[in-house]
């Protein structure tokens, strides 16, 4: 393709108004071409200032008027599935926001629909994977150069979450992230989930117990706990800790200067993921565009969400029974192999 890649961003909220501006002022080969939004005027709003893109309140009128060859899916994830499928139909390159879908089930009819497509077209948010101390950790672990990797310790900690945030949202939307690094990390699937929560913060909602521990098990022996706390107050943080037979990676550690002065030191938190992921995302889309415009997908894939989802629900069981609980995925299709 020697022509830009035109993008229809399905969704302009929160998420969806940052990839805009991502994609037109940091992403080279790239052009807006239409942004969707079921509220017209967040649509027109999302797309001032940038020439020769239109705004829409429906997908398929926007895929068939604007001449797009991509699109970028950032609305909630229970309209998802209708828009990948939409997508899949026009043979088109997709970045689906995490997740890929609601629930395992419609994310397996989305796998299986690419499936029957014969090609894989849609590649799923997990931005961490482009971050680059996660990805120095993960050639650390394949090198062996520390021996085998032996446990994960992680935390997932975010200032605060609004009221109505529930159990099932902190699996759904935090834990969701860890799953898929583990399985980044170690490049095994995730056999078990055990989510176990005893003292609550006094800053949690009605019905959420805050923090949580998740505890995984992956199919090739490697375990990993991860802290999830929604309301730590103190600024967003996410940290790995790797151990080795030979030693110790630390990752995620506050970025930025540290002071010494008026008898303190310390340093700044990141307030929240655009600022602490914000690298990420950036060089995650400039992959994603610089593959699409190739015809193909070179970061996570449909497979790659599916088993996420299938991790969630089994977080979900578990958090409602106590116990530790399975994770049961279909046969990996041919299409997603190495």
């Not at 393709?1 to 998420?15: I, K, P, Y």
């Not at 079921?38 to 429906?58: H, L, P, Q």
């Not at 929240?272 to 070179?298: I, K, L, M, S």
Request: net charge negative; charged share 20%.
């Amino acid at each position: 393709m020697s022509e830009n890649l035109r993008v229809a961003v399905v969704g302009a909220g929160r998420m969806g108004a940052d990839h805009i501006q991502r994609l037109h002022h940091r992403i080279k080969g790239v052009e807006v071409a239409a942004v969707v939004d079921v509220d017209a005027w967040r649509a027109k709003e999302a797309i001032e200032g940038i020439d020769g893109a239109s705004a829409y309140t429906d997908a398929d009128i926007a895929f068939e008027a604007s001449g797009v060859h991509a699109v970028v899916v950032a609305t909630p994830g229970h309209l998802h599935e209708a828009i990948l499928t939409r997508a899949l139909d026009r043979d088109l390159q997709v970045l689906c926001e995490k997740p890929l879908t609601h629930d395992a089930a419609t994310s397996w009819n989305v796998v299986q629909s690419e499936v029957a497509l014969g090609n894989r077209r849609i590649q799923v948010g997990f931005m961490r994977r482009y971050d680059h101390e996660y990805r120095q950790l993960r050639e650390i672990i394949q090198s062996q150069e520390l021996g085998r990797l032996l446990m994960l310790h992680c935390a997932h900690r975010n200032p605060q979450v609004p009221e109505g945030y529930s159990d099932s949202n902190t699996v759904a939307e935090a834990a969701v992230h860890e799953f898929d690094v583990i399985r980044f990390l170690t490049g095994a699937e995730i056999a078990g989930v055990h989510i176990r929560h005893g003292r609550s913060s006094q800053h949690a909602g009605k019905g959420l117990r805050d923090p949580q521990q998740v505890l995984v098990e992956t199919s090739d022996g490697t375990l990993a706990d991860v802290e999830v706390f929604m309301n730590a107050q103190f600024g967003y943080q996410v940290t790995t800790e790797a151990v080795f037979e030979r030693g110790v990676i630390n990752i995620g550690g506050d970025a930025g200067i540290r002071r010494q002065a008026g008898g303190r030191w310390g340093g700044d938190v990141s307030p929240g993921f655009e600022t602490r992921f914000q690298a990420a995302y950036d060089a995650e889309f400039q992959a994603w565009a610089d593959a699409a415009r190739r015809g193909t997908v070179d970061g996570p894939t449909a497979w790659d969400g599916y088993a996420a989802a299938v991790c969630c629900e089994a977080g979900i069981k578990s958090q409602a029974s106590g116990v530790p609980v399975k994770v049961n995925l279909h046969t990996r299709p041919a299409l997603y192999s190495a």
